[in-house]
């Protein structure tokens, strides 16, 4: 054999190598792709939740509304149950009592909870302002000029113990005055509110949209508090104040963090899509009853308070400090000096989920 043609077999010996090398290559490629996708991903530890809240209906939950009504629980492997009760303070004790998993409500309950012992937890954010309304009902506005001049009268909250009866309270305090120099009526989230400001039961009412625009549009109502805007929420609470999130006691948290984050997963893309949705987009999707007969006052009641909802479900900075700062205020059992402000809430699960769904 010629050197030429030695070199031709070697050569032609070379590339069949290359080809089996690179043949096999591949096929160890595919195998590992084939592996990683039919790996199965770990299962949600309860994936049949129960989540309780207090007066569903207001724009003050309407993130937890679309997470349900779009399907983001479900597209987490969630079988999502949702009580809801007549005021925050009611869902609390549900979730306190056992007979649901999670609760969604204001943030303050986390603080409360550790007044008797009892370690809960935020992991993610529905609301950057507390879109709540304290306002002085049409018969008793011409002696009602402001906070000071409710002394005496009837103030009808959602639930005793509610964001809403935090509001009034605060609101006191900021005038000098205290809990005890009101009296506070429980009046519901619905349209028990309206009833109640129109038929005389209560000489004020704290609460949220929209029933609190439909009592304003109709001129049933004067606003002396609104924090339905960031500017109205630092004028009252003196920084960045969150309202509305989803809490869990830790212990849950810790026993259940893929449920737990399959949950702010939907959460968080129920802020995110509330923060580009129309006003069409929002018709097809809250429930109907929900407008209260009334679309167009249900879009000014949205518009009134969109601000207020969490643009990524991730806790503010200075917030907690803000609600604690608030709670002590008017409540002498909660001493901030006692409080672990760092374990009533966290924002590892919002930022995974920021991540996937940015």
Not at 50 to 62: D, E
Not at 180 to 198: E, H, Q, Y
Request: proline share 6%; charged share 20%.
């Amino acid at each position: 054999m010629t050197h030429a043609e030695a070199r031709r077999v070697r050569d032609a010996v070379g590339r069949l190598v290359l080809v089996l090398t690179l043949i096999a290559l591949g096929l160890v490629a595919l195998s590992l792709s084939a592996g990683a996708s039919a790996a199965p991903a770990q299962p949600l530890e309860k994936p049949k939740i129960t989540i309780a809240v207090g007066g569903k209906p207001g724009l003050y939950y309407l993130p937890l509304t679309i997470a349900e009504q779009l399907g983001y629980f479900k597209d987490e492997g969630l079988d999502v149950t949702i009580d809801d009760f007549a005021g925050g303070s009611k869902a609390l004790q549900a979730v306190v009592g056992g007979s649901a998993d999670v609760g969604t409500g204001a943030f303050e309950h986390t603080l409360l909870m550790q007044t008797k012992g009892l370690t809960y937890q935020s992991f993610a954010v529905l609301g950057a302002a507390p879109q709540l309304v304290l306002g002085v009902v049409k018969a008793k506005a011409g002696e009602v000029k402001s906070v000071k001049d409710l002394k005496g009268m009837r103030i009808g909250v959602s639930a005793p113990g509610s964001s809403t009866h935090m509001l009034v309270n605060v609101a006191l305090a900021k005038v000098g005055l205290k809990p005890s120099d009101v009296s506070i009526v429980g009046v519901g989230s619905n349209a028990t509110v309206v009833a109640a400001a129109r038929g005389g039961q209560v000489d004020a009412v704290s609460n949220v949209d929209p029933m609190m625009t439909l009592l304003q549009e109709s001129g049933d109502l004067k606003v002396l508090v609104d924090t339905r805007t960031q500017a109205g929420t630092r004028a009252m609470f003196g920084g960045p104040m969150p309202a509305a999130v989803m809490y869990a006691p830790q212990s849950f948290i810790q026993k259940n963090p893929r449920t737990v984050q399959a949950l702010a997963n939907a959460i968080v893309r129920a802020d995110k899509w509330l923060q580009r949705a129309s006003a069409a987009d929002l018709l097809k999707t809250v429930p109907e009853p929900y407008l209260l007969g009334d679309k167009t006052l249900y879009l000014k009641a949205f518009a009134n308070c969109r601000e207020a909802f969490s643009p990524d479900g991730m806790m503010p900075a200075d917030g907690p400090a803000t609600a604690l700062k608030a709670l002590a205020s008017f409540t002498p059992e909660v001493k901030p000096s006692q409080i672990r402000l760092g374990d009533t809430w966290t924002n590892a699960f919002a930022i995974q989920a920021n991540r996937q769904y940015p």
